[in-house]
């Protein structure tokens, strides 16, 4: 394999494990006002999240940056053409990301309904337009002779493009209320599993429509490839599961939903990395966007260094964490207890 | 019109998230201090304290982290001419700061974080060491990317003018980086400790928990005054890297319009900008312009007027001499700050030497008054580096001028420019409360050494972010 495919295959396992990670915390931050109801039980929910989501916000750092480092040309065009969308996205992590941290450090009931919605939507709107982003890279956008976009935001809306975006926030908040189940006990996890049946149904009908669609917008075979039937089994399975008690394989299954449906964008995407809907010709390549040789190798090697360390080193913060939260004594949460003087970070 | 707009919303978005990122690299320094004098000595207080500034630090890195990813994503999205050109060798230290650094940061701050009551205290300990670790490393690819634009090295250029990287050793051992690096970390151990030694000083006049706080002022004076003495060595030596491979840069600082030999330095002066070459200079001091740009008495420095007709003959016709204004006081204000805090630590040194620290009413609050130097410094010190670049985006190969997104329009940029003014004030004020109010707080009572925690029924909600 040359080493412009090998790092065509690493960003597209970047972008599968931003979506299988940041997913759920996509979807916790999207339901966690719902599956609690007051304030205790929404601080259980988000504490599911907590260890972790601002390490899973980094698979997202390296998909960007490492598509810097080894495709420049794709770089500069994907992100000056998405120029809305990306500032979109980044005030959403924004809101996701200050939210998260800054919510529980006063009691004022403003400050709370503030960043309760400004989490809710940010979880909504960053898979949303990330999906819209990597769907237009397939469906095409107006790019000239010169990789320049000519485009403008609405030509970004394409409706393949927002049906991708739906279709993650579908599998998001999917993911979301397996994991929610998996990690917590009474009713959060009863309300996680009541949402996981209409969520269910929610992501299979945005799947399958998708697959269905992409056969047509990629070209090539109609009948649905390998990885695009694992994402319809996948998802079927978790929407099946989830209303069950087994939690790990019903978080096991919408972790591979999204991860196929992720990974099939980029698996019709190759060679290509942006298809241009002016003319053929004009398209992104891994050919004729990667950096040269040398600094391909220095990047292999750099990542043959570190990613299996953070794969290590994160899969053991997973491992510490592991335990579900328990709900307070319910003698605790009757009466109505100070705060915790969160003396810690956090 | 669009170049412009696009150069004032990287200017507004990296001064902001460079407000955040000494505090946290700092801080998380002297937290790591704190927790392995608590792991020492076990005494509650110091327990108290490191969560007491755990806290205050997560607050920041809450904000750098995402103004972080503003800078990210900046490069494609408003430098996409930039991008296509440099990204074989500038996209190479950003990528590997995020595999090697960035992960490690905040995977370990959330096992720190959450890890209090859950893991056996030595990788607790180590947790807080590799956050502290992982804020150094980030600074080092972004400045060994930074030094890159200032002095690139390490390249060949390909069949179409483009810079293609063939020596990565030569990026991280580039003199700019090696000493702008040192520099900067120097001034992240500052901005910390000053920091640190504010707030004790506001709680040490305030009579509050003095134990404590007494501990964490003098802790913030010991790790400022070899800091800040290092960092007037470091500043001066990086100065006369600058002048070796940026003279435009060094001579605009000076306000130095023509070659001198010796050069005197202007200490101050009135007027001098782009448009007047004859100041009235107050203040001038003999020689000492040639000692601090060549290290040597009687050292030449060659003036702007040189400079620009060298530039014209190697690069074809244009203005090559950065903003006099902006250079000439950003250096005036990094040395002169600098210099009173230097006499702060040493007089604080001096105060914990006779053990007064805690006492010493005139000491506190200068301490307190002193927050907002280092801030103003690292302001300066990123105008003085980035404004003395111009009008070259990297130094000789690609002017700025050049370098913004064909396809983005400056209606586009006055969107996102408004979006980040707005979100980065509403930010600033959020955090600004939250640290003021964190601040003053009085220690946990009740967070006694040993599982002693008023949550300890439910350690992770009571802990949740």
Redesign the interface.
């Known amino acids: 394999m040359q080493l412009h495919t090998i790092w065509f295959v690493i960003l597209a396992i970047f972008w599968i494990g931003f979506f299988v990670l940041e997913g759920f915390d996509f979807g916790v931050g999207m339901l966690h006002a719902i599956v609690g109801r007051d304030e205790?039980e929404r601080?259980?929910a988000?504490?599911t999240i907590?260890?972790?989501w601002?390490?899973n916000?980094?698979w997202?750092?390296?998909a960007?940056?490492?598509t810097?480092?080894?495709?420049?040309?794709w770089?500069?065009?994907?992100?000056?053409?998405l120029?809305?969308a990306?500032?979109l996205v980044?005030?959403a992590?924004?809101a996701r990301?200050?939210s998260?941290?800054?919510?529980?450090?006063?009691e004022n009931p403003r400050w709370r309904s503030t960043w309760r919605w400004a989490l809710t939507i940010g979880c909504l709107l960053i898979p949303l337009l990330l999906g819209v982003g990597l769907g237009d890279l397939l469906n095409g956008l107006p790019i000239d002779s010169s990789?320049?976009?000519?485009g403008n935001f609405f030509d970004l809306l394409t409706p393949y493009g927002l049906w991708t975006g739906v279709t993650l926030v579908a599998l998001c908040l999917l993911h979301g209320a397996t994991f929610l189940k998996l990690r917590t006990t009474d009713r959060v996890r009863e309300r996680a599993r009541e949402l996981a049946r209409p969520l269910g149904w929610a992501a299979i009908a945005g799947v399958v429509g998708w697959v269905i669609w992409t056969r047509s917008v990629a070209g090539g075979p109609d009948v649905p490839q390998p990885v695009e039937i694992l994402a319809v089994i996948a998802v079927a399975f978790a929407a099946r599961l989830a209303i069950t008690d087994h939690d790990g394989l019903s978080f096991a299954a919408s972790a591979v939903a999204i991860a196929a449906t992720v990974g099939s964008i980029f698996i019709d995407l190759y060679p290509n990395v942006m298809v241009s809907s002016t003319n053929a010709a004009y398209d992104l390549t891994v050919n004729n966007t990667a950096?040269?040789h040398?600094?391909l190798v220095?990047?292999t090697i750099?990542?043959v260094i570190?990613?299996p360390l953070?794969l290590l080193?994160?899969g053991w913060?997973f491992h510490?964490?592991r335990a579900r939260?328990?709900?307070?004594?319910e003698s605790?949460e009757g009466q109505s207890r100070p705060e915790?003087?969160?003396?810690?970070?956090? | 019109m669009t170049n412009d707009l696009a150069r004032w919303q990287f200017a507004t978005t990296s001064i902001y998230h460079f407000l955040f990122v000494p505090v946290t690299i700092g801080l998380a320094f002297l937290v790591a201090l704190l927790q392995t004098a608590w792991h020492r000595n076990q005494k509650p207080e110091y327990k108290?304290v490191t969560?007491?500034f755990?806290?205050l630090?997560?607050?920041n890195v809450?904000?750098g982290?995402?103004?972080g990813?503003?800078q990210?994503?900046e490069?494609?999205?408003?430098w996409?001419?930039y991008?296509?050109?440099?990204?074989?060798?500038?996209?190479?230290p950003?990528?590997?700061?995020?595999?090697?650094a960035?992960?490690?940061e905040?995977?370990?701050?959330?096992?720190?974080?959450?890890?209090?009551d859950?893991?056996p205290r030595r990788v607790h300990l180590a947790c807080i060491w590799l956050v502290a670790a992982g804020a150094m490393l980030s600074a080092m690819f972004i400045l060994a990317a930074n030094s890159w634009m200032q002095h690139p090295v390490g390249y060949v250029l390909?069949s179409h003018g483009q810079p293609?990287?063939?020596n990565?050793w030569a990026l991280f051992t580039n003199p700019t980086f090696l000493w702008g690096y040192v520099h900067v970390i120097l001034a992240s151990l500052v901005t910390g400790s000053l920091v640190m030694l504010a707030i004790s000083a506001w709680h040490l006049r305030k009579q509050s928990k003095v134990e404590a706080f007494h501990h964490t002022a003098r802790l913030s004076v010991l790790v400022l005054l070899p800091a800040i003495l290092l960092q007037m060595f470091v500043g001066n030596k990086l100065g006369e890297i600058e002048n070796t491979y940026q003279p435009a840069k060094i001579a605009a600082a000076e306000a130095q319009w023509n070659n001198c030999q010796p050069c005197s330095f202007s200490a101050f002066q009135i007027g001098g900008g782009n448009n007047d070459q004859t100041p009235t200079q107050v203040i001038a001091i003999p020689h000492l312009l040639s000692v601090l740009a060549t290290g040597t008495w009687n050292g030449a420095v060659i003036g702007l007027n040189q400079l620009q007709k060298e530039d014209v003959k190697k690069y074809g016709p244009g203005n090559y001499i950065p903003d006099v204004f902006i250079q000439y006081w950003s250096m005036r204000v990094m040395a002169y700050l600098g210099s009173l805090i230097a006499l702060l630590a040493l007089w604080g040194a001096w105060l914990i030497h006779k053990g007064r620290l805690a006492r010493s009413k005139w000491f506190l609050r200068a301490g307190l008054a002193a927050v907002v130097a280092p801030f103003v410094m690292n302001t300066a010190g990123w105008l003085l580096t980035e404004s003395g670049r111009q009008p070259w985006i990297v130094q000789g190969l690609m002017k700025t001028v050049n370098a913004n997104?064909?396809?983005?329009s400056s209606t586009?940029i006055w969107?996102?420019l408004i979006?980040f003014v707005l979100?980065y004030i509403a930010?600033g004020a959020?955090d600004l409360i939250?640290m003021l109010?964190?601040s003053r707080r009085d220690l946990?009572p009740?967070?006694g050494p040993e599982g002693t925690?008023?949550?300890k029924?439910?350690p992770?909600?009571?802990?949740?972010?």
């Open positions: 205790q601080k259980r988000l504490s907590g260890p972790w601002d390490g916000e980094v997202l750092v390296v960007g940056a490492g810097f480092a080894a495709f420049p040309g770089y500069a065009t994907m992100f000056s053409a120029y809305l990306l500032l980044l005030v992590l924004m990301g200050v998260l941290e800054f919510r529980e450090k006063s990789h320049e976009y000519t950096s040269g040398y600094a220095v990047m750099v990542a570190f990613f953070v080193y994160q913060s510490v964490f939260l328990k709900a307070p004594p605790a915790p003087v969160a003396p810690q970070p956090g | 108290r969560r007491f755990g806290t630090l997560l607050i809450a904000v982290v995402v103004t990813l503003v990210e994503f490069f494609g999205m408003n996409s001419s991008s296509r050109f440099v990204g074989d060798v500038f996209g190479g950003l990528a590997m700061e995020g595999l090697a960035f992960f490690l905040s995977t370990f701050l959330g096992l720190w974080v959450f890890g209090w859950r893991l390909n293609q990287l063939n990565v997104s064909p396809s983005v586009d969107i996102s979006a979100i930010l959020a939250l109010r964190y946990d009740d967070d925690s008023p949550d029924h439910a992770t909600p009571a802990m949740s972010y």
